[in-house]
C-alpha cells in the first residue's frame, strides 16, 4: 500500500541484534552506536510494524508477540541481502569465479607477470584467463563485446568506461653487443641513426609494427625488414643475436638479455592504462591497483639507463 512505511535493514538489523543479546544497552555496545540512537530506530521500526517489538524490564527486554512473529522474517532479510551482496561481489571477482583479462602480446610479457603476482596475493581465490592479442583494436573489441572483463592496454581515446592511468612506458633499442651503435659511449641513440639499417620488426598483422612505423614516418623514413616476428621475447633474441636492431618498451626486456639496450634521445614513451566496461568498474579498479603497484612500466634492472 502507497502509505506504508518501509522497513530499513539497518533497523532490522539492530532488532535482530537486540532480541538476541535481550538488551539494549549490550545492542548498542554490539553495533558501535549510542543508546539513544538505538532506541530511536527501534522506535521507529515498531511505528512502521503497528506494534511495540519488546517488553522493556529491569533487567533488559523480552520480546512481544509482534517481536516473536516479525524476528524469522527479519532474519531472513537480513541472511537475503547478504547473500545479494555476495553475489554482487562474485559477480565483480572480487570474491571468487574468474577474472579475464585481454592485453597487447608486449604487455602480457613485461607488465601483466608482476600485476599479477600481486593480484593472487590480494585475491588467492581467483583464477585468471588471459588474452592475448597482436593489436590494440582486438584488446578493446573483446572487452566490448562482454568477452573479457578488464584490459591491459595503451590509453584508450574517448572511452565509455572507467580508466585506470598507470603511467608511461619507455621504448628502448636492442642491438647486439658488437654493434657500433652499441659503442658510441652514452648509451643513447636517436630514431633517426636506424635509418639506414634492417631491422628485426614485429609482423605486418602486429599493431606494434604500425606503432614503430608511424614513429619511424615522424623521422621521414620507413623501416626495411630483415626479420619479422608477432612475439616480443623473440624480436629481442633476434636483435641481440645481431640480425639487426628493434624497438621494444624496457618493461618487455629480461634482466639477462644477451644484446645491449640503448636508450633514446629524445624519450619515446606510451601511455598505458587498465580500462574496463561500466559494469566492471569495481574489477578494474581493483586490477589497476595491483598493476600500479607492481606492473614494472620500467623495470629495477634498466631503472639506471633512464636516471
Not at 593472487?120 to 573489441?141: G, K, M, N, Q, W
Not at 652499441?182 to 605486418?204: E, H, M, Q, S, Y
Request: glycine share 10%.
Amino acid at each position: 500500500m502507497a502509505d506504508e512505511i518501509p522497513l530499513s535493514l539497518r533497523q532490522l538489523q539492530y532488532f535482530v541484534v537486540v532480541a538476541e543479546l535481550g538488551s539494549i544497552t549490550r545492542g548498542a555496545e554490539r553495533l558501535l552506536i549510542s543508546q539513544p540512537s538505538l532506541s530511536h530506530q527501534l522506535r521507529v521500526l515498531e511505528a512502521a510494524v503497528g506494534g511495540a517489538l519488546f517488553d522493556r524490564r529491569a533487567r533488559g527486554v523480552v520480546l512481544t508477540p509482534v517481536g516473536r512473529a516479525l524476528l524469522p522474517g527479519a532474519k531472513a532479510a537480513l541472511a537475503a541481502s547478504a547473500d545479494a551482496r555476495r553475489s554482487a561481489r562474485a559477480a565483480a571477482g572480487l570474491d571468487g569465479g574468474e577474472l579475464r583479462i585481454s592485453t597487447s602480446l608486449s604487455l602480457a610479457l613485461g607488465v601483466l607477470p608482476h600485476a599479477l603476482r600481486e593480484w593472487f596475493v590480494s585475491h588467492p581465490e581467483i583464477e585468471v584467463r588471459v588474452h592475448e592479442h597482436t593489436h590494440a583494436d582486438l584488446v578493446r573489441a573483446q572487452i566490448l563485446a562482454g568477452e573479457a572483463d578488464v584490459a591491459l592496454g595503451q590509453y584508450p581515446d574517448e572511452w565509455d568506461g572507467p580508466v585506470y592511468d598507470l603511467g608511461e612506458e619507455e621504448m628502448v633499442v636492442i642491438v647486439a653487443h658488437g654493434d657500433p651503435l652499441a659503442g658510441n659511449g652514452n648509451g643513447r641513440i636517436t630514431i633517426g641513426d636506424l635509418r639506414d639499417r634492417r631491422w628485426v620488426l614485429p609482423a605486418v598483422s602486429n599493431g606494434f609494427a604500425e606503432y614503430i612505423e608511424l614513429i619511424c614516418a615522424a623521422e621521414g623514413f620507413i623501416p626495411e625488414a630483415a626479420v619479422r616476428s608477432s612475439g616480443v621475447g623473440t624480436l629481442v633474441a633476434l636483435a641481440a643475436s645481431g640480425l639487426g636492431p628493434t624497438l621494444v618498451p624496457a618493461n618487455a626486456v629480461p634482466e639477462h638479455v644477451p644484446g645491449a639496450v640503448l636508450a633514446l634521445d629524445p624519450p619515446i614513451r606510451r601511455r598505458i592504462a587498465v580500462y574496463a566496461t561500466p559494469a566492471n568498474e569495481q574489477l578494474g579498479r581493483a586490477f589497476a591497483e595491483c598493476a600500479r603497484r607492481f606492473g614494472q612500466l620500467i623495470p629495477p634492472h634498466l631503472a639506471l639507463l633512464f636516471a
